[in-house]
């Protein structure tokens, strides 16, 4: 039996939130229709909206940010084709080798700080059109980007990268799962972040509170293709409007509130910094805060969940704490006080 942890201070990720009294009302009173056969107005909505805060024709809604991301490459590329990405990218790292069974895409992976590789990179590793060499196909980008610190990538950083795959002929996928955090802490429109891409993912029961749900967004050709391999991976989901509504809910009520989510990870932040703890921040922070141990993480994690706090880790001796709308400042300084009992771990 799992364990219940109401009442601890939760910051292992911003997946862990539950759905407000004013969701779940909507959800319940949301209308409902076959969604596979195109009759749910709720799905329907969410999907018009959706495309519209990414700047997108079309979008489609889908179960997961892996279902999501798996049917953007499925939808890009054929057999044996040449995925561009980051090392440290959600797609490479945490879906299981999922592209491996689906798209059967090979992955070439690069380095660089912040979840960027660079532009000369990349272009150092396409290789010229020859039988010996797969078909270079496909830029795969995140933003904000998990492994770095939740780094918010703006823009003028993206586009040089942009530039160099537009100049072989390949396609850019943005993995977007947390792209409204990024469009709150840059402080521009989420659709500026997604206008050079051809198709971009989005979780909605990440930092905006959903329980379930991604949307995936492209022209409207794309994500006519997109539909049919959501339905070759079993995510129709029939009367999907009660989902969907918390998704709804999520975009209208809970992208400007994020910003109260980075101003807590800062402050949790610059306190661990001021006790002595080695924090890792991206150039453009958000609602992620990476410190690093000189002890082994699996300690750390035990004494403070005695503590009450709950802690995910990145590695041996990296914790990650992420901040979301079911921790309030009390349960920062709650976080804050468990620290400062723990000088050991900072070596």
Not at 47 to 65: C, I, Q, R, T
Not at 161 to 177: F, M, P, S, T, W
Request: proline residues 5%; glycine residues 8%; aromatic residues 6%.
């Amino acid at each position: 039996m799992s364990e219940s942890y109401q009442g601890y201070v939760d910051l292992r990720s911003d997946t862990v939130t539950r759905p407000t009294s004013a969701m779940r009302e909507a959800m319940y009173q949301a209308e409902v229709g076959d969604d596979v056969y195109g009759e749910d107005p709720t799905v329907n909505q969410l999907e018009e909206y959706a495309a519209h805060l990414l700047g997108k024709e079309a979008s489609l809604f889908v179960p997961s940010g892996t279902m999501a991301n798996q049917i953007a490459i499925l939808t890009h590329t054929q057999r044996g084709d040449e995925v561009f990405i980051h090392r440290d990218n959600h797609i490479y790292y945490y879906e299981g080798g999922a592209a491996a069974m689906w798209s059967q895409a090979t992955f070439t992976q690069l380095a660089g700080p912040e979840g960027l590789m660079s532009p000369e990179d990349l272009e150092a590793s396409i290789r010229p059109k020859n039988i010996h060499h797969p078909r270079p196909r496909l830029l795969s980008l995140e933003n904000t980007h998990n492994r770095a610190g939740g780094a918010a990538l703006s823009r003028e950083r993206l586009r040089p990268l942009i530039e160099v795959a537009r100049r072989h002929q390949l396609q850019v996928h943005l993995d977007g799962a947390r792209i409204a955090n990024a469009a709150i802490a840059l402080g521009v429109p989420i659709a500026e972040l997604t206008e050079d891409v051809d198709s971009v993912s989005m979780c909605l029961s990440k930092g905006l509170g959903a329980p379930v749900g991604s949307v995936i967004a492209g022209s409207k050709a794309y994500i006519d293709q997109a539909r049919v391999y959501r339905k070759w991976l079993g995510g129709g989901m029939r009367q999907a409007g009660i989902l969907a509504a918390a998704g709804i809910y999520a975009l209208d009520h809970h992208i400007e509130r994020l910003a109260d989510d980075h101003r807590r990870a800062l402050t949790l932040a610059q306190a661990l910094i001021d006790m002595g703890y080695r924090v890792d921040m991206p150039s453009v922070p958000t609602n992620m805060v990476m410190v690093d141990l000189d002890v082994p993480v699996d300690g750390v994690i035990s004494a403070l969940k005695t503590a009450g706090i709950l802690l995910g880790a990145m590695g041996p001796r990296r914790l990650r704490l992420v901040t979301h709308l079911d921790v309030d400042d009390e349960g920062i300084q709650r976080t804050i006080d468990a620290f400062a009992h723990l000088t050991p771990a900072k070596g």
